[in-house]
């Protein structure tokens, strides 16, 4: 191996700035994608029960699916180093296994070896029509329940993630838990997409987040647990102890060591008030 060669591996693997930044995005582009991080063996061991015959889910969450739907998101796990990396796709896998979770106290392999099972909300309390929204209007008899790998909600968030990925969110949400592909964009779109006062979750597992004043005095700071409280904070956040937050933890760790890459600080989101 050659001197510079050798740099060039080091610069990946601790993630320092040893080249020039143009030459170190010219091969992070060559050489890194979703699919050289993440195999189908890798996919598989995370996701140990996920086309179990007790999952709902059965046969809907395919490796080929999402490796695909990445791909519409082109700086979806290819940005930064190689550990942030690593670490955006695990916080990324991490919150959809929390989403669409079978899993419980006891269960075979753990409570985190159960992401994926359910692509559609069991027994929703509302049709998730949210009226007063103009701009994203319920069609009559639809239904915005949670659906897919992030269990998309509501109308105001169908009708913008249709509008981006060319299909009509208000008048055929049931596309979400019918085509694979369709789901895992609808998830990464979610992740992708800053939607004001919130960050993107991607620019906030990237380094890429500036907290505002409203941010700093709010204590959301970068790290697993502001994720957590960009997709569910409302709820789940400031509160001490929450089991739903520890699930989501407890997934993000398991993803992580199999990654062999660290988690990162702030983990929670006890201490962190919701975004308003
Ligand atoms: C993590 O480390 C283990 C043990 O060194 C190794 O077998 C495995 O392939 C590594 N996984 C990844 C994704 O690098
Ligand atoms: C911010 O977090 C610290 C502990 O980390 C806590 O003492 C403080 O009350 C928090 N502030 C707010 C506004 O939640
Ligand atoms: C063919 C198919 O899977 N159809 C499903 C589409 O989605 C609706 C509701 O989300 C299901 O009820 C159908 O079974």
Known sequence: MTTSSLALLLSFLLCSSLLSFASYKAEARRFISVSSLISKDLFDSMFLHKDDSACPAKNFYTYNSFIHASKRFPK????????????????????????????????????????LCFKEE?????????????????????????????????????????????????????????NSLVAFKTALWFWMTEQKPKPS?????????????????????????????????????????DSRVHDRI???????SLFNVSTGPNLDCENQKPFS
């Not at 919150?95 to 269960?107: D, K, L, R, V, Y």
């Not at 906030?204 to 960009?230: H, S």
């Open 76 to 115: 979806f796990g290819t940005t930064g180093c190689l550990a942030t990396r690593k670490r955006e796709i695990a916080a990324f896998l991490a919150q959809i296994s929390h989403e669409t979770t079978g899993g419980w106290e006891t269960a075979p392999d753990g409570p985190y070896a159960w992401g």
């Open 201 to 241: 979750c991607h620019n906030v597992m990237v380094g890429k987040y500036t907290p505002t004043e409203a941010d700093a005095k709010a204590n959301r700071t970068a790290g697993f647990g502001l994720v957590t409280n960009i997709i569910n904070g409302g709820l789940e956040c400031g509160i001490p102890d």
């Open 122 to 178: 069991v027994s929703p309390a509302s049709n998730y029509c949210d009226s007063s929204n103009t701009q994203w209007p319920c069609y009559p008899g639809k239904s915005y329940h949670g659906r897919g790998p992030i269990q998309l909600s509501w109308n105001f968030n169908y009708g913008p993630v249709g509008n981006a990925l060319r299909f009509d969110g208000l008048r055929n949400p049931e596309i979400v838990s019918n």
């Open 250 to 256: 407890g997934y993000f760790q398991r993803y992580a």
